[in-house]
C-alpha cells in the first residue's frame, strides 16, 4: 500500500475534491486526501495525503503558504474576484510609490473580513450558499498573519500582480480588495497560483498527467515523499527500541522510554515520534506527573 505525500499542481476550474478523486483513480487506492483545500478559480501546490498519511490531514494545514496574485483596479465584485458580476468603480491616479505604501500596510497581523462567496461556515452553513440564495448574514472576520508582499509586475492604475507570504487561513481575494480601498477605488483578484505550502513548492509538483505517466511506468515512488515529509517543523523524538510496545500500544511515555531529552520543549507541543529511525506518528508533551509524552496520533505498528 502507498503511504506519503504527493506534490499536486493544480489545474484551475478543479476543486480539491475533484484533485482526490482523480489521484484515488491514477493510484487506485482509497485512502487519498488534501493538506488544504484550493479554490477552483486557483492554481498551484496542492499536498495529496495517499495511504495512512491521510490521518495527518488534521495536524498538516496550519502552514504558511505563499501566492502569486493578479490584481485589476477599477471592479468590485461580491466574490472580490472576477468569477462573478462586476460594476466598474472610478480609479484616482496613483503610482507605483502609492501602491507600495499601501500594501506595506498590510504586512504583520491584520484583521479580515473574507468574502461572501467563500467557505466559511456561519451557524453550520457555508457563507457562499448564503450569497446564491441572497441572504443577509454577518460575516465574522478573522485574525491573520501577512508575512510579505512583494510586487512582481504593475501596470498601474490599471493592474498589478504580487506574491504574498501569509498565515493558514489568509484570503487573497479580501486583501486584494482592501488594498483596492485603501487606493481610492476598489479590485478584485484575476489570478491565483499557490506557490508555498508549506515545505512543498511549485518547483517540485508535478500534474496529474505527469503523474498518471509516472505510475504507468513503475515508477511513482519518484513522486511521493515520505508521510513525515511535512512535519520538518516540529520536534522530533526518537523512543527507545525496548519501548517500542509501550509506544504502539499508545501508553504515555516516561523518561527512560526515550532517547532523545524533552526539557526544553513545553507542554502541549505537538512532536513526530520515531522508532529505530522510522516515523510512526505523533505524539504531545505533557505536564502530567511522570508522563512526558504521550502518542495521540499512531500511523504504523497498529
Given at each position: 500500500?502507498?503511504?506519503?505525500?504527493?506534490?499536486?499542481?493544480?489545474?484551475?476550474?478543479?476543486?480539491?475534491?475533484?484533485?482526490?478523486?482523480?489521484?484515488?483513480?491514477?493510484?487506485?487506492?482509497?485512502?487519498?486526501?488534501?493538506?488544504?483545500?484550493?479554490?477552483?478559480?486557483?492554481?498551484?501546490?496542492?499536498?495529496?495525503?495517499?495511504?495512512?498519511?491521510?490521518?495527518?490531514?488534521?495536524?498538516?494545514?496550519?502552514?504558511?503558504?505563499?501566492?502569486?496574485a493578479?490584481?485589476?483596479?477599477?471592479?468590485?465584485?461580491?466574490?472580490?474576484?472576477?468569477?462573478t458580476?462586476?460594476?466598474?468603480?472610478?480609479?484616482?491616479?496613483?503610482?507605483?510609490k502609492?501602491?507600495?505604501?499601501?500594501?506595506?500596510?498590510?504586512?504583520?497581523?491584520?484583521?479580515?473580513?473574507?468574502?461572501?462567496?467563500?467557505?466559511?461556515?456561519?451557524?453550520?452553513?457555508?457563507?457562499?450558499?448564503?450569497?446564491?440564495?441572497?441572504?443577509?448574514?454577518?460575516?465574522p472576520?478573522?485574525?491573520?498573519?501577512?508575512?510579505?508582499?512583494?510586487?512582481?509586475?504593475?501596470?498601474?492604475?490599471?493592474?498589478?500582480?504580487?506574491?504574498?507570504?501569509?498565515?493558514?487561513?489568509?484570503?487573497i481575494?479580501?486583501l486584494?480588495?482592501?488594498?483596492?480601498v485603501?487606493?481610492?477605488?476598489?479590485?478584485?483578484?484575476?489570478?491565483?497560483?499557490?506557490?508555498?505550502?508549506g515545505v512543498?513548492?511549485?518547483?517540485?509538483?508535478?500534474?496529474?498527467?505527469?503523474?498518471?505517466?509516472?505510475?504507468?511506468?513503475?515508477?511513482?515512488?519518484?513522486?511521493?515523499?515520505r508521510?513525515?515529509y511535512?512535519?520538518?517543523?516540529i520536534?522530533?523524538?526518537?523512543?527507545?527500541?525496548?519501548?517500542?510496545?509501550i509506544?504502539?500500544?499508545?501508553?504515555?511515555?516516561?523518561k527512560k522510554?526515550?532517547?532523545?531529552?524533552?526539557?526544553?520543549?513545553?507542554?502541549?507541543?505537538?512532536?513526530?515520534?520515531?522508532?529505530?529511525?522510522?516515523?510512526?506518528?505523533?505524539?504531545?508533551?505533557?505536564?502530567?506527573?511522570?508522563?512526558?509524552?504521550?502518542?495521540?496520533?499512531?500511523?504504523?505498528?497498529?
Open positions: 500500500m502507498l503511504n506519503g505525500v504527493i506534490c499536486i499542481n493544480k489545474e484551475q476550474d478543479m476543486t480539491s475534491h475533484d484533485v482526490c478523486f482523480k489521484v484515488r483513480k491514477i493510484l487506485g487506492t482509497k485512502k487519498v486526501g488534501h493538506s488544504g483545500t484550493l479554490d477552483p478559480m486557483a492554481e498551484g501546490v496542492m499536498g495529496v495525503l495517499v495511504g495512512r498519511s491521510t490521518k495527518l490531514s488534521s495536524y498538516i494545514t496550519s502552514f504558511d503558504k505563499e501566492y502569486i493578479g490584481i485589476k483596479f477599477g471592479k468590485d465584485s461580491d466574490s472580490y474576484d472576477i468569477w458580476d462586476m460594476k466598474d468603480v472610478p480609479i484616482p491616479d496613483f503610482t507605483k502609492d501602491f507600495k505604501k499601501v500594501i506595506n500596510r498590510f504586512v504583520g497581523d491584520i484583521t479580515q473580513t473574507p468574502p461572501i462567496y467563500s467557505a466559511i461556515k456561519v451557524k453550520g452553513k457555508p457563507l457562499y450558499k448564503y450569497a446564491l440564495k441572497g441572504e443577509e448574514v454577518e460575516i472576520s478573522r485574525e491573520v498573519c501577512i508575512d510579505s508582499i512583494e510586487i512582481i509586475e504593475t501596470n498601474l492604475p490599471y493592474s498589478a500582480k504580487i506574491k504574498v507570504s501569509c498565515s493558514k487561513g489568509t484570503y481575494r479580501s486584494i480588495h482592501d488594498i483596492g485603501s487606493l481610492g477605488t476598489s479590485a478584485v483578484m484575476n489570478s491565483l497560483v499557490r506557490t508555498k505550502n512543498l513548492n511549485i518547483e517540485d509538483s508535478i500534474t496529474l498527467s505527469n503523474l498518471e505517466d509516472k505510475v504507468k511506468s513503475g515508477r511513482v515512488d519518484e513522486v511521493i515523499k508521510d513525515d511535512f512535519l520538518t517543523d520536534h522530533r523524538v526518537d523512543v527507545n527500541p525496548s519501548s517500542g510496545k509506544l504502539l500500544n499508545g501508553n504515555g511515555l516516561i522510554n526515550l532517547i532523545t531529552p524533552t526539557d526544553d520543549i513545553k507542554p502541549g507541543t505537538t512532536v513526530r515520534l520515531y522508532l529505530e529511525d522510522k516515523f510512526i506518528g505523533l505524539g504531545k508533551k505533557t505536564d502530567e506527573e511522570g508522563i512526558l509524552i504521550r502518542p495521540i496520533k499512531i500511523l504504523y505498528g497498529e
